[in-house]
Nanobody
């Protein structure tokens, strides 16, 4: 059973930064697409960023230029560096992994999920 464990969430002031981490168990990490999703109260879960096995990264428009997704295959870890945070970034953030190396933004494309970590941005 593949397990994903997120960390790094918390309370931050507007304009601040946080870095989320997600450790993925197992030996297939390097073959997964890895992604971060978020879900704000009353809203659908949305894909924030994803990174393919070859390192190509993609972002939703609202976070481009502020968030950076990266992966460390030696540590089985995916990161989300979040800068210039604002109140609209407040949400529970979920790490996800897909067996396909080239998955899209669709939730259904992802096979494994973490439990989520809360990010709250105060104005």
């Amino acid at each position: 059973q593949v397990q994903l464990v997120e960390s790094g969430g918390g309370l931050v002031q507007a304009g601040g930064s946080l870095r989320l981490s997600c450790v993925v168990s197992g030996q297939m990490f390097s073959s997964y697409t890895l992604a971060w999703f978020r879900q704000a109260p009353g809203k659908e879960r949305e894909n924030v960023a994803r990174i393919w096995t070859i390192g190509s990264a993609f972002y939703t428009d609202s976070v481009k230029g502020r968030f950076t997704i990266s992966r460390d295959n030696a540590k089985n870890t995916v990161y989300l560096q979040m800068n210039s945070l604002n109140s609209e970034d407040t949400a529970v953030y979920y790490c996800a992994a897909a067996r396909s190396g080239y998955s899209t933004t669709s939730r259904g494309s992802y096979d494994y999920w973490g439990q989520g970590t809360q990010v709250t941005v105060s104005s």
